[in-house]
C-alpha cells in the first residue's frame, strides 16, 4: 500500500510531467484548424498522422501500450506514476440474486465497491449522494447492520426506501442537501462514509466535512468539472503549493478530460460519438466560410437518440442553435466529406491528451488524498475494479 512519503514522491512527479507537457494536452485539437502544438513537438503531429487506423483504437484504448509517442513525451514515466494497487478487504462474491432492480454493469461495480468497505468495521455506515440507496441495501444485507443513506431529491428517497421495505434491509434513507451546513452533521467520528461515484462539488464537500469532523471515508470520485469554480483551486495546501511551483493551471474545461474514457460505452454510442463529431467538424468549416470568421463556434450537444438523420438537419439544427444564416445552396456532400476527414484527423491529435488524461485524474485524487493527510487521517489510495468494468475505479479510503 502506498505510504504518504510514496504519495507525496508520486503528487509531485505527477505535478512536475503535468506542468511541463501542458502546452500540448490542454489544447483541443478540433477548436483549431492548425496543429496547436505544432512547433513545440516537430514531427509528433506527422507521426500521429501516419497511424493506421487499427494503431489509433489501440492507443485510444491503451494510451501506455507502446506508444510512438514515446520519442516526444514521457509515457513510461506517465505510465508508473498512474499504476496503483487494487484494494479490497473482501473478496466474497455477492448472490446476483441481490442487484434486482439494478443493471448490470452498476450491479458488478456495487459489488466491486462494497468489498472495499470491510464488513467488520465497527463503525456505522452512511451512504453519501445515495439516490435509491442501492449501495446501502447491499452493505446492509452483507454485514446485516443498519445502514442510512443521504439524498437530495424525495422521489429517489421514496423509491429507496421503498425497495429497502420490500427487502427487509435495514436501510433508512433521509432527503438532506449534502451541500447545506446541517450535513456535517452527520459525519461525527465513528462514522464510516461510503459513496460510489460521487460527482464533483458533492464529493469535495464530503473531503471537507470528513476533515473537519473525524469520520471516515471510501469514495470513488467522479466528474471532477462539475464544479462551480471556473478554475481549479487545489483542495490540499500541498496541491496549491505544487500547482504554484511547477505553473500547472488547470480549468473546469481541463477537469472534463480527466472522465472523457468510453471504453464501457456500447459501440452503438461510440458509432453515434464519432458521427456527430464528424458532424460538428463538418458544420464548423461551413460555419466558417458563411461567417467569414476563421474562428471555432461550439454548438450545444446533442442527446444520444436525438441526432438529426442526417448531416444537413445536423447543420440546420446547430446554425438555428447559433443563429447562423445558412445559403439557399450549400454543397452538402462536400462539407459532410470534409467533417470525416477533418475527424480522422483530430482521432490521431487528441491521442496526447488521451495520454494524459488518468495521470490528470489520479493528480486530483491524489489532491483529494492530501487534503485528508493534512487532517491528520491515513489514507489508502488505488482501485477497486478493472477499467473495463468503469474507467472511474479509483479508490480512496482512511484508515
Not at 308 to 325: E, L, N
Request: with cysteine.
Amino acid at each position: 500500500m502506498p505510504s504518504e512519503p510514496a504519495l507525496e514522491a508520486r503528487f509531485t512527479a505527477l505535478t512536475r510531467l503535468l506542468a511541463e507537457a501542458q502546452a500540448l494536452w490542454r489544447p483541443l485539437p478540433f477548436q483549431h484548424r492548425e496543429v496547436p502544438w505544432g512547433e513545440r513537438a516537430p514531427g509528433l503531429a506527422e507521426a500521429l498522422m501516419a497511424l493506421s487506423d487499427d494503431e489509433t483504437d489501440r492507443l485510444q484504448a491503451s494510451p501506455f501500450d507502446a506508444s510512438p509517442l514515446a520519442a516526444w513525451l514521457p509515457v513510461d514515466a506517465l505510465a508508473e506514476a498512474v499504476e496503483l494497487p487494487r484494494l479490497a478487504s473482501d473478496d466474497t462474491a455477492l448472490p446476483d440474486a441481490w442487484g434486482e432492480g439494478i443493471g448490470a454493469r452498476k450491479w458488478r461495480q456495487i459489488q466491486a465497491f462494497a468489498g472495499c468497505v470491510a464488513s467488520d468495521d465497527a463503525a456505522s455506515l452512511l451512504e453519501w449522494c445515495a439516490g435509491k440507496g442501492h449501495l446501502s441495501r447491499t452493505l446492509a444485507r452483507r454485514d446485516g447492520r443498519p445502514v442510512t443513506g443521504l439524498e437530495w431529491q424525495a422521489s429517489l428517497c421514496e423509491a429507496g426506501q421503498a425497495l429497502a421495505e420490500r427487502q427487509g434491509q435495514p436501510v433508512r434513507l433521509h432527503r438532506q442537501d449534502v451541500m447545506a451546513e446541517d450535513a456535517g452533521d452527520w459525519l461525527a467520528p465513528g462514522r464510516r462514509v461510503a459513496a460510489l461515484h460521487a460527482c464533483g462539488d458533492l464529493h469535495a464537500r464530503l473531503l471537507e466535512l470528513v476533515a473537519e469532523r473525524g469520520a471516515a471515508v471510501t469514495l470513488s470520485p467522479c466528474c471532477y468539472h462539475r464544479t462551480e469554480d471556473v478554475d481549479y483551486r487545489a483542495l490540499s495546501a500541498r496541491g496549491r503549493a505544487l500547482m504554484a511551483e511547477h505553473g500547472l493551471t488547470l480549468s473546469r474545461e481541463d477537469l472534463a478530460m480527466a472522465v472523457q474514457e468510453t471504453v464501457t460505452a456500447p459501440q452503438g454510442v461510440r458509432r453515434h460519438r464519432r458521427r456527430a463529431n464528424a458532424w460538428r467538424q463538418g458544420f464548423d468549416r461551413l460555419q466558417r466560410e458563411v461567417r467569414g470568421c476563421d474562428e471555432y463556434l461550439p454548438v450545444p450537444s446533442c442527446a444520444y437518440g436525438r441526432l438529426p438523420d442526417d448531416f444537413a438537419g445536423f447543420c440546420r439544427w446547430a446554425a438555428d442553435s447559433k443563429g447562423v444564416t445558412l445559403p439557399d445552396v450549400v454543397d452538402w456532400a462536400s462539407f459532410e466529406a470534409a467533417g470525416w476527414q477533418r475527424q480522422t484527423e483530430v482521432e490521431r491529435l487528441e491521442l496526447v491528451r488521451h495520454l494524459f488524461r488518468r495521470p490528470l485524474e489520479v493528480w486530483l485524487v491524489l489532491d483529494r488524498a492530501w487534503r485528508l493527510v493534512e487532517a491528520g487521517q491515513r489514507v489508502r489510495l488505488g482501485t477497486f475494479c478493472e477499467r473495463e468494468l468503469t474507467p472511474r475505479n479509483l479508490l480512496l479510503e482512511t484508515c
